[in-house]
């Protein structure tokens, strides 16, 4: 009998939850995730996922790895949550049924969508769209027909946006927030089809619906658009009425770029260059406080990825614990069986301790790097943001300079000759490429010395080039360094991209960040 009753203990879990109790934590979790508590449902979701898959529980460990993603999405970490989303796509696939793998194709889809990888996200949103409509799924259809629309409305492929809208406003009645969303993805289709009056219209009876505080966002955008309509028709005082309303505290980073930069485009129409320049300024200062805010974002992730990893040492502590109690019940019942358990528990420890030596030292690794990478960031972020700052000022000196040069009374006046001509010692010479070279060899040391060997045909504009590329500058804040056309500054990239022997131009800022 003591023997039976020691294999019945060697077996037996001591604390059994059922499937019901861990759907329950599951549950709060992701409760917790909507209430920003992500170390919380974090810790819940890993021992669901922990126990599901040592238990064979699919649907389980299905939604424990799918909202573990959700969770890391929301705090930016989006490497991290695709790969919990594609390890749920792996069980989805594998023992679950088409809808589980049409929600996680939809949640890849947005983080593609994010990234601005725009071909990716319509691949897979297009795949769970299909997905829902085998299973007749109207809300789903209509949910990612507007993610659709939205990417195409991004792509240019207007008439295809329109289509999906039409597809996904019918289903959507009745989700209010949802459906007051894809609204306001027809009045950017009408705007970007260039249909002033319809979009002008459509917007002013959609913007008293906004009243959801989830909604602030879309009112913003919505008078923006507004405000860009009556610009293209030259109602300069209309559209800064409707941006004026755009405008609210608890707009994001983004939203305030966007105002600014319209401001700064209305007051450049009006002839008011020095409210132009100031607000072109503040674009600047926003563009830095997104990249500081996202900076913290990363930083409260590695954070929340550190707590996890030590509430997973307390699970593995206390599975060692239940074991080692378990283990020494059993030495006094059979002593032989003690000693070779003794020597498993000590081999397995010994690998442990190995493993964790090898876990921190690559984390202390990974941790430097993490700051010498944040550390060239900063240091790239500012001289571009000097840079930029330089080219704006330039460029609206001479643009004032040359409005005088336009009017022959005024160019004719002696003492406003002496002013321009003063205004003109102030314009930056190409002589600042060497300073900027310098500065950017200092932050990026042994950069260009290794492109220059690598691809001799380089010229120096061309070694300039590449290195606000290598600075993840846009097409449009490149141009305005090289006072050229946004058109103009694609094909140079083209052209630089031929010269390095690169057959896409998307390829040549993955090309430069692995130079070093």
């Known amino acids: 009998m003591k023997i039976i009753f020691t294999i019945f203990l060697l077996f037996i879990d001591l604390n059994p939850k059922s499937k019901e109790q861990y759907n329950e934590m599951i549950h709060v979790a992701i409760d917790a995730c909507q209430k920003s508590e992500h170390t919380k449902s974090l810790e819940l979701l890993i021992e669901v996922k922990k126990y599901a898959k040592e238990r064979g529980w699919n649907q389980e460990l299905f939604l424990a790895l799918n909202n573990i993603g959700a969770n890391y999405y929301l705090l930016s970490d989006y490497g991290e949550a695709l790969q919990n989303y594609l390890d749920a796509y792996d069980i989805a696939v594998m023992h679950l049924d088409s809808q589980e793998e049409m929600v996680v194709l939809n949640n890849v889809g947005i983080i593609f969508y994010e990234e601005n990888k725009l071909l990716d996200a319509e691949e897979h949103f297009s795949k769970a769209y299909d997905i829902a409509s085998q299973y007749n799924d109207n809300y789903k259809m209509g949910l990612y027909a507007i993610n659709l629309a939205l990417v195409f409305n991004s792509t240019g492929e207007l008439e295809k946006a329109e289509d999906y809208l039409k597809i996904a406003i019918p289903f959507l009645q009745g989700e209010e927030e949802i459906f007051l969303k894809a609204k306001y993805a027809k009045a950017e289709n009408l705007f970007l089809r260039r249909k002033y009056e319809n979009a002008k219209q459509f917007l002013l009876a959609l913007i008293p619906q906004f009243e959801s505080d989830k909604l602030l966002e879309h009112r913003a955008s919505s008078y923006l658009l507004l405000s860009k309509i009556f610009q293209y028709e030259n109602d300069y005082q209309r559209s800064r009425y409707y941006l004026g309303l755009a405008q609210d505290r608890n707009n994001s980073i983004e939203t305030q770029i966007e105002i600014n930069e319209q401001f700064s485009a209305i007051s450049f129409n009006v002839k008011e260059y020095k409210r132009a320049r100031a607000y072109r300024d503040s674009v600047l200062i926003l563009k830095d406080s997104l990249y500081t805010v996202k900076s913290d974002n990363r930083l409260e992730g590695n954070r929340v990825k550190f707590a996890i990893k030590t509430y997973e040492k307390e699970l593995f502590d206390k599975n060692k614990e239940f074991n080692e109690d378990r283990t020494l019940f059993n030495v006094v019942i059979f002593f032989a069986s003690v000693l070779i358990l003794t020597f498993i528990w000590a081999w397995q420890n010994s690998i442990t301790k190995y493993k964790q030596k090898k876990i921190i030292t690559e984390r202390n690794q990974k941790i430097k790097m993490m700051e010498l990478e944040k550390d060239l960031e900063s240091k790239n972020r500012k001289l571009a943001v000097r840079t930029l700052s330089m080219s ?125």
């Not at 205004?423 to 900027?436: A, E």
């Not at 094909?491 to 896409?504: A, F, P, Q, T």
């Open 392 to 516: 704006s000022s330039n460029e609206l000196i001479k643009e004032v300079v040359q409005s005088i040069k336009k009017e022959p009374v005024l160019a004719n006046m002696p003492e406003l000759r002496r002013h321009v001509a003063q205004l003109n010692q102030h314009i930056k010479k190409d002589s600042g490429l060497t300073d900027y070279l310098v500065h950017f060899e200092e932050a990026n040391h042994g950069f260009l010395k290794i492109l220059k060997k690598k691809h001799p045909i380089l010229n120096t504009n061309d070694i300039r080039f590449a290195s606000y590329l290598f600075m993840n500058l846009s097409a449009k804040e490149i141009a305005t360094l090289f006072n050229i056309t946004p058109d103009a500054c694609r094909k140079r990239k083209e052209r630089i991209g031929k010269k390095m022997g690169l057959e896409e131009t998307g390829e040549i800022y993955d090309y430069l960040c692995n130079l070093q």
